[in-house]
């Protein structure tokens, strides 16, 4: 079994991950860590009986993997194999500042090339929509430009909240109307309405502009994050879970090769 992770600001999301299995990168079982140094009895429990052979991850916060990397050598006698910019990849970066682009990105982009992507036929746009909502673009000649970070509905609520005298924190909950018969619908709408807009019309103008420069070029689009089903569900487009850990799985089927 392959132990995955993938560690962020607010928690390290593990998933196992069983290479024998015929479902492609399905992640089999997901736990979250809160930050902090890595509980061994919590994460001997979450593995329980099963042989952990490979551990890999990505990580946008350096100082966690000391914790991980020190926890995963004492149980598991396993080194765990980061990955970021410098490593194989299933498509070419052509970020201009590809050092400060969060291996999160490159792991999310990799699992979304990698479900939908078609070399030659078709590109995907990976949306990761958390705490900021993430756009990552690789096109169908397999190059990887980059993409777009926009912030999600916590991070707005907050803004809105503390940059201002009178308008309050809400609770994130789409109203029954665009239009809030209260400040606290009123705030909710244009939060949660909004996004839904931002999403739907970054995606439709990153295609617009990926059209002027190809006209030949087609893209799928897939959601991912803890906002992503929810916005799938509104908008209408694909929803895939845990395209992240996916993505670090994919990146260890390629570093083996």
């Known amino acids: 079994m392959w132990l995955v992770l993938d560690t962020g600001n607010s928690s390290t999301k593990a998933g196992l991950f069983d290479p024998k299995s015929s479902k492609g990168s399905t992640v089999l079982a997901v736990h979250r860590f809160e930050p902090g140094p890595v509980s061994m009895t919590e994460l001997q429990d979450f593995v329980g009986k099963a042989s952990i052979v490979r551990v890999g991850g990505v990580s946008v916060v350096p100082n966690q993997n000391g914790t991980w990397i020190e926890t995963v050598r004492h149980l598991f006698g396993l080194k765990v194999e980061y990955f970021d910019e410098n490593s194989r990849l299933p498509f070419e970066i052509t970020y201009t500042t590809p050092k400060t682009m969060g291996n999160d990105r490159i792991a999310v ?12 036929k078709k590109g995907v746009i990976v949306v990761d929509a958390g705490t900021a909502i993430n756009y990552e673009i690789v096109r169908p000649n397999g190059i990887y430009p980059g993409g777009v970070i926009a912030p999600g509905p916590v991070l707005i609520g907050q803004a809105m909240g503390l940059g201002t005298a009178q308008l309050p924190l809400v609770s994130l909950e789409a109203p029954v109307s665009r239009i809030g018969r209260s400040t606290d619908e009123a705030i909710r709408s244009g939060i949660m309405y ?64």
């Not at 699992?111 to 939908?116: A, P």
């Open 109 to 120: 982009a990799a699992g979304g090339w990698n479900l939908l992507g078609k070399k030659g």
């Open 194 to 257: 909004g996004v839904i807009d931002s999403v739907r019309s970054m995606v439709e103008q990153i295609q617009v502009e990926e059209a002027r420069r190809d006209p030949q070029a087609s893209y799928e689009v897939v959601l991912t994050g803890g906002w992503g089903q929810w916005l799938a569900e509104q908008i209408g487009y694909r929803f895939e879970d845990h395209l992240v850990l996916k993505g670090v799985i994919d990146l260890m089927k390629i570093s083996a090769e």
